[in-house]
């Protein structure tokens, strides 16, 4: 992660809007990501935590951010202090100066200091803002700097009597984006659609999963980004294994390839998801389902603007396309009663979409107490409708559905291994959405003229 792309004025003014929610006599305790180890002195890659970076910008592990409303110190960090050795071995360290100076911090302290520092600031605050639940480890520091503070309690000092979770302040701070996200945005969905269209270019028969994928991630780095997400690369049957990864199968003639890949730029990510047919030309069946899924995908994108709220584009898309796979023969019965049994479910078995930002499944409730969210400028969502006819789907016949009967048929095998979804970010706008991901192609005649291209 790297805050260049966001102004350090960005990380202040969040941390300034969050501390007013907050108000007097309270603290919010952050902390950053920690380094996890892979297998045994192999560490994975280090991602910063999401609601550490929102506020900070500063991207190492091991760190404390102290938001104190009204105190002398509103805002510190504690850090890894410089170690030439360390640095020698594991790359270079902000230290606390560097912390001040090149990331628009307030103070920063040695990460060392913590236990005789943090503590003090607790002091006759009422309450603290902490997500506890997460990690055991720093929950136990977190309760004994409390006690610290308790064990003064004959000297007058209050000591906190509330704690607050965090994400309910910050998470809907999270789920609408500045104009200085939005931009970071639209540069990850550009760079992702880039990678699909190569995919796209190079693909053909006995080409194995991981080429394309390989593609895919070289793009990004080449774009200066990273994965937002392991990529998934699935043709034939793989392409109706919604979460595979495994891409290490050939690409066959005849087959759809299923590739929902998304790159990771300055901490924001994107997610797109295309399906296109290995040896370039969709047949009479992958084509007739392909149509169906874009349609029902026109439809959800249609709902996604201020005054719809979130399931809105799930429901277009399910009656759009229970309604086509009763056109296609897949299903029998009549839609209501079919939408109501849920029995496009085999065929479509996940929901449309889901918020998008720093993180890919990104924060924020999908509901306000018993009513869908409502959407707002500034929202980004998915809009990831799927058909997915693994080898040996049925038929489904309502009608014998409702008298609890099991009467489900074979369906030809020219249906079979066809696994289509196609997904875009779109942000919600005061004047309907934007489409962020929409280089990628996605129309039938688009796909083939690139991919005729290749040769």
């Given at each position: 992660?790297?805050a260049?792309?966001?102004p350090?004025?960005?990380?202040?003014?969040?941390?300034r809007?969050?501390?007013?929610?907050?108000g007097?006599?309270?603290i919010?305790?952050?902390?950053?990501a920690n380094?996890?180890?892979?297998?045994?002195?192999v560490?994975?890659?280090?991602?910063?935590d999401?609601?550490?970076?929102?506020?900070?910008?500063?991207?190492?592990?091991?760190?404390?951010?102290v938001l104190?409303?009204?105190?002398?110190?509103?805002?510190?960090?504690?850090?890894?202090?410089?170690d030439?050795?360390?640095?020698?071995?594991?790359?270079?360290?902000?230290g606390p100066?560097?912390?001040?100076?090149?990331?628009?911090?307030n103070?920063?302290?040695p990460?060392?200091?913590?236990?005789?520092l943090?503590?003090?600031?607790?002091?006759?605050?009422?309450?603290v803002?902490?997500?506890?639940?997460?990690?055991?480890?720093?929950?136990?520091?977190?309760m004994?700097?409390?006690?610290?503070?308790?064990?003064?309690?004959?000297?007058?000092?209050?000591?906190?009597?509330?704690?607050v979770?965090?994400?309910?302040?910050?998470h809907?701070?999270?789920?609408?984006?500045?104009?200085?996200?939005?931009?970071?945005?639209?540069e990850?969905?550009r760079?992702a659609?880039?990678?699909?269209?190569?995919?796209?270019?190079?693909?053909?028969?006995?080409?194995?999963?991981?080429?394309?994928?390989a593609?895919?991630?070289?793009?990004?780095?080449?774009?200066?980004?990273?994965?937002a997400?392991?990529?998934?690369v699935?043709?034939?049957?793989?392409?109706?294994?919604?979460?595979?990864?495994?891409?290490?199968?050939?690409?066959?003639?005849?087959?759809?390839?299923?590739?929902?890949?998304?790159?990771e730029?300055d901490?924001?990510?994107?997610?797109i998801?295309?399906?296109?047919?290995?040896?370039?030309?969709?047949?009479g069946?992958?084509?007739?389902?392909?149509?169906?899924?874009?349609?029902?995908q026109?439809?959800?994108?249609?709902?996604?603007?201020?005054?719809?709220?979130?399931?809105e584009?799930?429901?277009?898309?399910?009656?759009?396309?229970?309604?086509?796979?009763?056109?296609?023969g897949?299903?029998?019965?009549?839609?209501?009663?079919?939408?109501?049994?849920?029995?496009?479910?085999p065929?479509?078995?996940?929901?449309t979409?889901h918020?998008?930002?720093?993180?890919?499944?990104?924060?924020g409730?999908?509901?306000?107490?018993?009513?869908?969210?409502?959407?707002?400028?500034?929202?980004?969502?998915?809009?990831?409708?799927?058909?997915?006819?693994?080898?040996?789907?049925?038929?489904m016949?309502?009608?014998?559905?409702?008298?609890?009967?099991?009467l489900?048929?074979?369906?030809?095998?020219?249906?079979?291994?066809?696994?289509?979804?196609?997904?875009?970010?779109?942000?919600v706008?005061?004047?309907?959405?934007?489409?962020?991901?929409?280089a990628a192609?996605?129309?039938?005649?688009?796909i083939?003229?690139?991919?005729?291209g290749?040769?």
């Open positions: 992660m790297s260049r792309a966001i350090a004025t960005v990380f202040a003014r969040r941390r809007v969050l501390m007013e929610q907050m007097p006599g309270t919010a305790i952050v902390p950053a380094p996890v180890l892979r297998n045994r002195d560490d994975y890659p280090f991602r910063q999401s609601d550490f970076y929102y506020l900070t910008g500063f991207p190492e592990p091991e760190a404390i951010a104190a409303p009204g105190g002398e110190q509103e805002f510190l960090l504690f850090c890894r202090d410089r030439p050795l360390m640095e020698t071995w594991h790359g270079r360290r902000a100066q560097g912390a001040v100076e090149r990331y628009g911090l103070i920063a302290h990460i060392a200091a913590t236990d005789q943090l503590p003090p600031l607790l002091e006759n605050r009422e309450r803002y902490y997500a506890i639940g997460y990690r055991p480890d720093f929950d136990q520091r977190v004994g700097w409390v006690n610290q503070v308790r064990g003064k309690a004959r000297a007058g000092v209050r000591a906190p009597t509330t704690f979770a965090l994400e309910h302040l910050l809907p701070m999270r789920l609408r984006k500045a104009p200085e996200e939005i931009a970071v945005m639209r990850s969905a760079i659609a880039a990678a699909h269209r190569r995919a796209m270019e190079i693909c053909r028969p006995g080409l194995m999963e991981y080429q394309l994928e593609e895919i991630f070289q793009t990004f780095q080449r774009n200066g980004a990273g994965w997400y392991p990529s998934i699935g043709g034939g049957d793989n392409s109706c294994i919604l979460h595979y990864t495994e891409n290490n199968a050939p690409l066959n003639d005849g087959d759809i390839v299923l590739v929902d890949a998304g790159a730029l901490g924001y990510a994107s997610d998801t295309r399906s296109f047919p290995v040896n370039g030309r969709f047949s069946e992958q084509r007739a389902v392909y149509e169906l899924v874009l349609a029902a026109h439809a959800a994108i249609a709902k996604v603007r201020p005054g719809c709220h979130f399931n584009p799930h429901a277009a898309a399910v009656r759009t396309l229970t309604e086509g796979l009763i056109a296609l897949l299903l029998h019965g009549e839609a209501d009663e079919l939408i109501e049994a849920e029995r496009y479910k065929f479509y078995m996940h929901r979409g918020w998008l930002g720093m993180d890919v499944h990104d924060v409730d999908y509901k306000t107490g018993d009513d869908w969210r409502v959407f707002e400028p500034g929202m980004v969502t998915t809009v990831e409708p799927g058909l997915y006819i693994a080898a040996g789907s049925k038929i016949d309502a009608n014998w559905a409702r008298l609890g009967v099991s489900d048929t074979g369906l030809d095998e020219r249906w079979w291994r066809i696994g289509i979804r196609i997904e875009d970010d779109v942000l706008t005061a004047a309907g959405h934007e489409v962020l991901t929409a192609p996605k129309e039938i005649d688009d083939e003229a690139l991919m005729r290749r040769r």
